[in-house]
T-cell receptor, first 115, second 113 residues
């Protein structure tokens, strides 16, 4: 079974703090994704990475950055957390190639509260 | 660009009743279509998928979905709902050769005894 692990289920941070959300997958997947989930808005893509050190902006990248130094790990960084970044953050991964067919595997999510 | 519409934000059904969750997509070519389920406080789990071929696809937990190209729809169905099916359901569309997937806003299912 594919396993995508997010390091924290719940986080509480203060406004202005630098926040790191970590995600690790064990299936040697090339692609990894960070989404933000808010009620009534569904899942919105923040960033995705298609290879080590490669990244592409999603629909809502403002206020976020990412890091992918190793294939299995994809980090989401909030440089200076703000209250409007309080949300559920979901990490996902999938493989490339025709057999992968866009099937994404998700972690359990990190619920971040910024006070 | 691809898009997904889930017109029902919230649905309530009685346990044992049938269920249909609606999904409409927009994409120029043949899409890859997915339904995911999210239990409270959890990540998303794949219920079923459509890539090509038979337009009626079976998934886990007794769910099925039918791809109707003429209606650009991929509705999810279950003949008899169980209390454990209470969750949020997301329809998603992808495409061959395109790594990203677009998700709908989700339909929250409540099951009453």
């Amino acid at each position: 079974d594919v396993k995508v692990t997010q390091s924290s289920r719940y986080l509480v941070k203060r406004t202005g703090e630098k926040v790191f959300l970590e995600c690790v997958q064990d299936m040697d997947h090339e692609n990894m994704f960070w989404y933000r989930q808010d009620p009534g808005l569904g899942l919105r893509l923040i960033y995705f990475s298609y290879d080590v050190k490669m990244k592409e902006k999603g629909d809502i990248p403002e206020g976020y950055s990412v890091s992918r130094e190793k294939k299995e790990r994809f980090s989401l960084i909030l440089e200076s957390a703000s209250t409007n970044q309080t949300s559920m953050y979901l990490c996902a991964s999938n493989g490339q190639g025709l057999l992968a067919k866009n099937i994404q595997y998700f972690g359990a999510g990190t619920r971040l509260s910024v006070l | 660009a691809q898009s997904v519409t889930q017109p029902d934000i919230h649905i309530t059904v009685s346990e044992g009743a049938s269920l249909e969750l609606r999904c409409n997509y927009s994409y120029g070519a043949t899409p890859y279509l997915f339904w995911y389920v999210q239990s409270p406080g959890q990540g998303l789990q794949l219920l079923l998928k459509y890539f090509s071929g038979d337009t009626l696809v079976q998934g886990i937990k007794g769910f099925e979905a039918e791809f109707k190209r003429s209606q650009s729809s991929f509705n999810l169905r279950k003949p008899s709902v169980h209390w454990s099916d209470a969750a949020e359901y997301f329809c998603a569309v992808g495409a061959r050769g395109y790594q990203k997937v677009t998700f709908g806003i989700g339909t929250k299912l409540q099951v009453i005894p």
